[in-house]
């Protein structure tokens, strides 16, 4: 279904590129909110976070911790950030445009139900093993911040306590979705 949306999009594209703003084609005009994303050509989506970049939530947090300055990570989506510090451990932001808290994986932990600010979220202590921690908030139902911490000493709840201080943080500049 995915794919049919995608040369659907791909030909509305083309339609719209081709037509310029002839009168000879009818219908209403489309517009894109921040709840609602747009499939690109290429597959990727847009506007759930519009110009919003990972990074700019990151720094904040972890820059007068002492973490190194962050740089662009693209695991988990397009719009990921990541940063260390020595002999402490690392931490990692992502905004996902294609998944809501459901779709996360709950690795080696379990997920426990939260709020942060007003929404929905999850925290999953010990997900990718000891001394680790994701955070996640619910920005629409297909979409989320997820914010994980990994120490190189520590408990899972020391983690935790990293990853929610991101989350709440970056939680008033998220857009508000669904």
Do not use: H, W
């Not at 990972?54 to 397009?78: H, N």
């Not at 942060?116 to 921690?133: F, K, L, Y």
């Not at 297909?142 to 120490?151: H, P």
Request: with cysteine; charged share 20%; glycine share 10%.
């Amino acid at each position: 279904m995915l794919s049919r949306l995608r040369l659907g999009s791909l030909i509305a594209v083309i339609a719209m590129a081709t037509s310029g703003c002839s009168s000879a084609l009818s219908g209403g005009a489309v517009t894109s909110t921040p709840e609602t994303p747009v499939v690109k050509p290429n597959g990727q989506s847009e506007a759930v976070f519009g110009s919003l970049k990972a990074c700019d939530l990151l720094e904040p947090v972890t820059g007068p911790k002492g973490f190194e300055p962050p740089s662009v990570e693209a695991a988990e989506s397009d719009n990921g950030c990541a940063t260390r510090k020595k002999r402490y451990g690392s931490a990692r932001i992502y905004l996902v445009a294609e998944a809501g808290i459901d779709q996360l994986s709950a690795g080696q932990g379990a997920k426990k139900p939260t709020k942060i600010g007003n929404r929905d979220a999850v925290e999953i202590p010990g997900d990718a093993g000891t001394q680790s921690c994701t955070v996640a908030i619910a920005v629409t139902q297909d979409s989320r911040l997820t914010a994980s911490t990994g120490l190189n000493n520590g408990t899972n709840e020391e983690a935790c306590a990293l990853s929610r201080e991101i989350a709440e943080a970056a939680e008033p500049k998220l857009p508000r979705g669904n």
